[in-house]
């Protein structure tokens, strides 16, 4: 009986025992009640953990929220910077505005050779003169035209503009100015944003003296403008021309919109600015000559029994042959005309008659008559500089 009574309180500690909490590393003290491990309340260790965590995550999304307002501040830039080089970008041919200084056969030219080729609309040429006199013409094809020569670089703000006025509207404000000409134009052309393209086909002048004509002298340093020398002949206006300019086409330094422009009229040879005076003549005045040519040709087959149409075609044809010749053999022409003349035959004889008539001769006064008449332009004063 004892012994079971024994045995009982035994087992009843031991129960006691095991509701103790069990010893532990984790720090606490096993001495203090069991309402104290029950408490809401973490120790000062956790506590401190806690709060260091909750810094740094603090810090962590602080972090991110600059690396990121940081990258959309780097986008702004970006966007503002592509903004503002696009702004500056040079338009597409389909979209650029091409102005004329002048109204003559030279501009009339290139305005039907750019337009029967669609590679520009009317609404895209503008074309200043003196008077409404040859103006009436390209308003009604639908082209924007004006009496002030400033219009073109300023109200319309062109991207490429043609010089196609006579010398002497140049020379008469150097006589105007003196050492300092008065502007061409009613005030110097503005300076702008974009690089604009000037090509001047004013015969007689040199590229500088046009400069001083049109740019500030103040603030000669800060325009962005391009200047070319450039020869063109009317064939232009069939997309068939001829023609010279002072730089290569295909060399860096040209511009993608010049060479939209001339290639799609005209074919080009690269030729100094000292050589462009006399190229003016073989290009461009020359080619009266050469028509006087095949309408001698064909009136000479009219009288011995072709009809005008068949003398005209043959003649032309015949002049074509002979240059794709000279220019494919690279031989001299007095080579191959001695090819063409057999002893004591036809042609022969005519070359004869030629001689007779001095017509080597003519022509050669003829290339240099056009070369003194374009200097004598270039002094005349009869008009005053447009406005």
């Not at 104290?36 to 260790?45: F, G, M, V, W």
């Not at 020569?149 to 062109?158: E, Q, V």
């Amino acid at each position: 009986m004892e012994e079971e009574t024994k045995s009982s309180i035994e087992n009843s500690s031991n129960m006691k025992s095991n509701l103790r909490p069990p010893k532990s590393n984790t720090g606490f003290n096993d001495e203090k009640p069991l309402s104290s491990y029950l408490s809401n309340e973490p120790d000062k260790q956790f506590k401190s953990a806690f709060n260091s965590k909750v810094i740094e995550a603090s810090k962590s999304k602080q972090s991110k929220s600059a690396t990121g307002s940081f990258k959309t501040s780097l986008k702004n830039v970006s966007s503002l910077r592509k903004n503002r080089k696009s702004s500056s970008k040079l338009p597409q041919l389909s979209e650029c505005r091409i102005g004329f200084l002048g109204a003559g056969k030279m501009t009339e030219s290139i305005v039907r050779g750019l337009l029967k080729e669609n590679k520009v609309k009317p609404r895209q040429l503008y074309v200043s003169a003196r008077t409404n006199k040859n103006l009436d013409a390209f308003r009604k094809e639908g082209l924007n035209v004006t009496t002030r020569s400033y219009d073109i670089f300023g109200r319309f703000n062109c991207d490429l503009i043609f010089l196609c006025v006579h010398g002497f509207v140049v020379r008469n404000c150097y006589k105007m100015g003196g050492t300092r000409p008065v502007p061409i134009t009613t005030n110097y052309i503005p300076n702008r944003q974009r690089k604009i393209y000037i090509l001047s086909m004013i015969n007689g002048i040199p590229l500088e003296q046009i400069k001083t004509t049109l740019l500030n002298p103040e603030t000669i340093d800060e325009y962005k403008v391009d200047f070319h020398r450039l020869v063109l002949n009317t064939n232009v206006a069939y997309g068939l021309g001829y023609g010279a300019l002072d730089i290569d086409l295909d060399s860096k330094q040209c511009s993608m919109l010049v060479r939209d422009v001339l290639q799609s009229i005209a074919r080009l040879e690269h030729i100094s600015c000292d050589m462009m005076d006399a190229s003016v003549v073989l290009m461009g005045n020359a080619l009266a000559f050469v028509y006087f040519c095949i309408s001698s040709l064909a009136e000479g087959g009219f009288k011995i029994g072709l009809n005008k149409i068949t003398a005209n075609k043959l003649a032309a044809k015949t002049l074509l042959s002979a240059s794709w010749c000279l220019l494919e053999s690279q031989k001299n022409p007095i080579d191959l005309r001695d090819d063409c003349a057999g002893p004591n035959g036809p042609s022969i004889f005519g070359i004869a008659f030629l001689d007779k008539k001095d017509c080597a001769g003519g022509i050669q006064s003829a290339i240099e008559g056009s070369f003194r008449r374009n200097g004598e332009l270039v002094e005349m004063s009869q008009y005053q500089p447009t406005k």
